[in-house]
């Protein structure tokens, strides 16, 4: 995946309220996918605009030498390039994420865990997270 020479701010758009966007995309359905260097990555639906540019990998991705797990959030620079931004919960099946980043954190994003019952966006990424294992 061809990494980006452009400067990128770390202050817009990487907070936590992404993860609440991208759950609430795929709770409405708005979601899509989009394929960068032949590699599926989900997008938001277009209701925030600080996210136009943001896209999560739905499959294990080498980046500048790092493989990646599904669930990381990156940046496209709109000249074929991309910065990596940061893991996100997603990376994580939600019990473990709930060990990583919190339960508080899980809750914050508007995400809902009951035991037999997962939220559709880790549905999205948990038989991809296990593959990548």
Same mark, same amino acid.
């Given at each position: 995946?061809?990494?980006?020479?452009?400067e990128v701010s770390f202050k817009a758009g990487t907070c936590k309220d992404?993860?609440?966007?991208?759950s609430n995309?795929?709770?409405e359905g708005s979601?899509?996918?989009?394929?960068a260097d032949h590699k599926r990555f989900l997008k938001e639906g277009g209701h925030?605009?600080?996210?136009?540019?943001?896209?999560? &990998? *739905?499959?294990?991705?080498?980046? =500048? +030498?790092?493989?990646?797990?599904?669930? &990381? *959030?990156?940046?496209?620079?709109? =000249? +074929?390039?991309?910065?990596?931004m940061r893991p996100t919960a997603f990376c994580f099946?939600?019990?473990y994420s709930d060990q990583v980043f919190g339960k508080e954190y899980r809750e914050s994003i508007g995400v809902e865990y009951h035991h037999h019952h997962h939220d559709r966006i880790f549905d999205l990424f948990s038989s991809l997270i296990h593959q990548a294992a």
């Open positions: 995946m061809p990494v980006s020479s452009e992404l993860e609440t966007y991208f995309s795929v709770k979601h899509y996918t989009v394929h925030h605009p600080d996210v136009n540019h943001m896209m999560i &990998n *739905l499959e294990p991705i080498v980046f =500048n +030498g790092i493989i990646l797990p599904p669930g &990381n *959030l990156f940046r496209d620079d709109n =000249n +074929g390039g991309f910065h990596y099946d939600q019990q």
